[in-house]
């Protein structure tokens, strides 16, 4: 055996190395390693040199859209990858596996802070910098889209306050305790004095903390919820499925204010997020000003229906 890979060998339940690599190259480490799926690659541990690199992805298995959990058997050190594209071919662990089923799967790791933020602790929601969100649906939708460590997707908040500060006038505050992990929660958002019309995210500018591809995802997800014709469902449900197909053309409508005055499609440099750039390059034909119009207008033909149903 290679004696410098038994070094760093841990050698008990509780016993903790040192955890010397940067958060960049445990995210280097992941994109190499993603990019071997179905396959299994060969590399070694960026913090103990140990080739025991784990990937676990949690989330729908239909839309095949997850979370990853990205350790080192080990070191039992690792990062928490939100909302990515799962491979085909790659198993999903189904959202609100229980809790012992999980915990057989994906052991319990530290969590090594991300990029620019080594300072920060990685149990904190909240960064230097102030989210700054739109409407409270741009917020919960914001939440969505960042689970707790453990993959659990849905948070419940159960406190929510607003607060003045010096530097942020409104601050729109979120807690509540994870159900699966018990881990306690916090998000804090700068939000405007006056929100838009319900059911919309924002106003005539682009989301300056979800991408053009969170969006066009989430939108997906709405829509794949709601049938077509309104007589599919029962009545004490077509308030639901309004709602959610009207979210679905607001997240369409978020997507094209990302396409510049006189462009003809979102610029690559809009996808920030690993779900957005995922999304992207899966199919960057979806993210042209004709496609986006055309999704739109699918959308707001389902929708409209519903809406004439709930005025009756």
């Not at 990205?70 to 959202?95: A, Q, T």
């Not at 919960?140 to 707790?148: D, I, K, Q, S």
């Not at 460590?149 to 419940?156: D, L, N, R, S, T």
């Not at 009207?246 to 610029?267: H, I, N």
Request: glycine share 8%; proline share 9%; hydrophobic share 30%.
């Amino acid at each position: 055996m290679n004696t410098s890979e038994s070094s760093d060998r841990v050698s008990g339940p509780g016993q903790w190395p040192e955890q010397r690599a940067s958060s960049e190259a445990w995210y280097d480490a992941y994109g190499e390693a993603y990019s071997a799926l179905p396959g299994r690659s060969d590399l070694r541990c960026p913090n103990c040199g140990h080739r025991a690199l784990r990937i676990v992805f949690t989330g729908h298995v239909e839309d095949r859209v997850g979370y990853a959990s990205f350790w080192c058997d080990n070191c039992r050190y690792g990062i928490h990858i939100s909302r990515v594209s799962v491979p085909d071919g790659v198993e999903i662990l189904p959202l609100g596996e229980s809790a012992e089923r999980r915990r057989r799967v994906v052991p319990d790791y530290r969590i090594v802070p991300p990029p620019d933020r080594d300072d920060v602790d990685p149990m904190s929601e909240v960064g230097e910098d102030m989210l700054v969100a739109r409407s409270s649906e741009e917020c919960h939708l914001y939440m969505e889209l960042h689970p707790c460590e453990c993959g659990e997707e849905f948070f419940e908040w159960s406190r929510h306050h607003l607060e003045e500060r010096p530097d942020h006038p409104r601050v729109s505050v979120y807690e509540g305790t994870c159900a699966r992990c018990g881990r306690e929660r916090r998000f804090e958002f700068e939000v405007p004095a006056v929100s838009p019309e319900p059911g919309r995210y924002g106003d005539d500018g682009p989301s300056r903390i979800i991408d053009p591809g969170e969006f066009l995802v989430s939108s997906r997800q709405f829509a794949g919820n709601v049938p077509p014709d309104p007589g599919d469902l029962a009545v004490s449900e077509l308030g639901y499925a309004y709602n959610a197909i009207d979210l679905a053309v607001a997240g369409v409508e978020e997507t094209l204010k990302f396409v510049p005055p006189g462009a003809e499609a979102v610029p690559p440099e809009a996808f920030t997020s690993e779900l957005g750039r995922k999304t992207y390059d899966a199919d960057p034909d979806a993210f042209t000003r004709d496609r986006l119009e055309r999704t739109l207008a699918e959308y707001i033909a389902v929708r409209d229906p519903y809406a004439a149903v709930l005025e009756e």
